[in-house]
């Protein structure tokens, strides 16, 4: 943990999805104030009283990553990390030095099995440490497969999860 706070940072509110108040990805909050904070703190779901970007509890991510600079919100997730990006600026994670450390990001994952995803609205383009690919809008249902040459990713997909888990 690092001893960094939000301050007038707010992008989670926007990026996340929250299903306790049943809110999308991609959109604002109902409750909260851009730039001032939420308006049901007190109250606020478990989902948002458990979460800390990575800004925040990881210091190998400077300054330049406080996601209402960057317009990123970094997070962990069961294969990796996800990259959120505000879909107000999609292209702020192909600029640097946001896109030459997301590559490294990539290509030290690649070694671990750790997937590097950059979420923009719906869509996700997988990352990894030479390629990008854009795998769409992945929906409820599906999951994303990778074709691995050792431990490079060498292609990507889009699958049904009854198809990902019969292994056909």
């Known amino acids: 943990m690092t001893d960094r706070s ?52 990881d210091r190998w991510f400077g300054d330049h990553w406080k996601p209402s600079r960057s317009k990123l919100v970094l997070t962990m997730s069961e294969d990796g990390i996800e990259i959120r990006c505000d879909p107000g600026f999609p292209d702020a994670w192909r600029k640097e030095p946001f896109r030459r450390e997301i590559a490294r990001l990539a290509q ?13 609205g719906q869509r996700m383009t997988l990352i990894t440490g030479t390629s990008e690919f854009d795998l769409g809008v992945v929906g409820p249902g599906e999951r994303i497969v990778r074709e691995l040459e050792g431990t490079r990713v060498i292609g990507a997909s889009v699958v049904k999860t009854s198809i990902a888990q019969d292994g056909g």
């Open 6 to 57: 939000c301050g007038d940072c707010t992008l989670c509110c926007k990026v996340m999805a929250v299903e306790a108040l049943g809110k999308p990805g991609g959109s604002w909050c109902g409750h909260c104030k851009p730039g001032r904070g939420c308006l049901i703190y007190e109250t606020r779901p478990d989902e948002c009283r458990n979460y800390s970007c990575l800004w925040l509890t």
């Open 108 to 120: 030290a994952g690649e070694a671990e099995d750790v997937t590097v995803l950059v979420i923009v």
